[in-house]
């Protein structure tokens, strides 16, 4: 009864709860979070863990009866002697017969049994079995796969490959970011550029509006201080020019200096701002022109006087 238990029953079993282990996680992965995908995840490990061990009784009990067969075969084909000669060589523990099973190790004197035909430059090759370690961590990773297919793919207890990689993508984003930001903050009127990037230069609107606005006008029109629409500098018109006038300030004009007030970054971001949406907008009620004509592909030549204008305030 046992056997045929064992030999029958138990791989019909195994074979049966395969579909229904399957159906069971598919339906477990549209399953809420919480206590009740935990318990799934256990109680999927301990059945998977019971289907291992019916496979290997399974497997244990079909070698034994190949066993069995050949030594059957044995008996009839060679009589009594050789029959007991073959169930001896099937004595000692259960460890010495797997041993001996997995290595097909033979002693020494009977290698030639075991030789094959290949012959390269005198060198012969032994017909052995790969090493039992090799075999045993081979099937380790087959059950770990199962645990870890079943665990992160089936269950949602623990994050897919994709959702790992959306993670890990994330992070890497953010650190892009933050690797940017520090590097935005190096920045000086030295090393400073124009930025033509829509959401830095709304970025640099923010502080316009929230720092500039009060002085020179809500569209860069002027008031107190110059108008920040025309051609006509103070202090030059260049992105550098214009970086190190909102950082150093003209105290006796009455432009503070935002150094100590803003970063780096905001102070490139305004200074882009003014440059890329103010200037040449011409808006309505704009101050007259002050300072010198600043032409970039001419700013090293020397500028030409605002008409009527003088250096009483400027940007």
């Not at 079909?62 to 050949?70: A, P």
């Not at 033509?196 to 923010?206: F, P, Q, R, T, V």
Request: net charge negative.
């Amino acid at each position: 009864m046992k056997n045929n238990f064992r030999t029958k029953v138990l791989p019909v079993f195994a074979a049966a709860l395969l579909p229904a282990g399957a159906a069971t996680a598919q339906s477990a992965a549209a399953a809420s979070s919480g206590i009740f995908t935990e318990l799934f995840a256990s109680t999927t490990l301990i059945a998977t863990a019971i289907l291992a061990l019916a496979a290997v009784i399974a497997i244990t009990q079909l070698l034994n009866s190949v066993v069995k067969v050949q030594q059957l075969k044995i008996y009839q084909a060679h009589g009594i002697e050789a029959y007991l000669e073959e169930v001896k060589k099937e004595e000692g523990s259960l460890w010495e017969r797997l041993i001996k099973r997995w290595t097909k190790a033979v002693p020494v004197g009977k290698e030639q049994d075991v030789l094959l035909d290949h012959n390269y430059d005198g060198i012969r090759e032994l017909d052995n079995s790969l090493p039992p370690w090799w075999v045993a961590l081979f099937y380790v990773t087959i059950g770990f796969s199962l645990i870890y297919m079943t665990y992160y793919h089936f269950t949602g207890a623990g994050p897919s490959s994709k959702e790992e990689y959306e993670y890990q993508m994330a992070k890497a984003e953010e650190a892009k970011e933050a690797y940017l930001a520090r590097q935005a903050n190096k920045v000086d009127e030295n090393t400073v550029t124009i930025l033509e990037d829509e959401k830095e230069l709304a970025l640099g609107k923010a502080v316009y509006d929230a720092n500039c606005v009060a002085c020179h006008g809500m569209a860069g029109e002027g008031g107190v201080g110059p108008n920040m629409t025309d051609d006509y500098w103070i202090h030059g018109g260049s992105v550098k020019d214009v970086f190190k006038i909102i950082k150093n300030g003209v105290l006796e004009k009455g432009m503070q200096a935002w150094g100590n007030q803003l970063r780096p970054a905001d102070m490139q971001r305004v200074a882009s701002y003014i440059l890329v949406k103010l200037h040449g907008t011409n808006p309505p009620n704009a101050k007259e022109p002050q300072g010198q004509l600043y032409q970039p592909e001419a700013s090293q030549e020397q500028p030409a006087e605002a008409p009527g204008g003088s250096e009483t305030q400027g940007n």
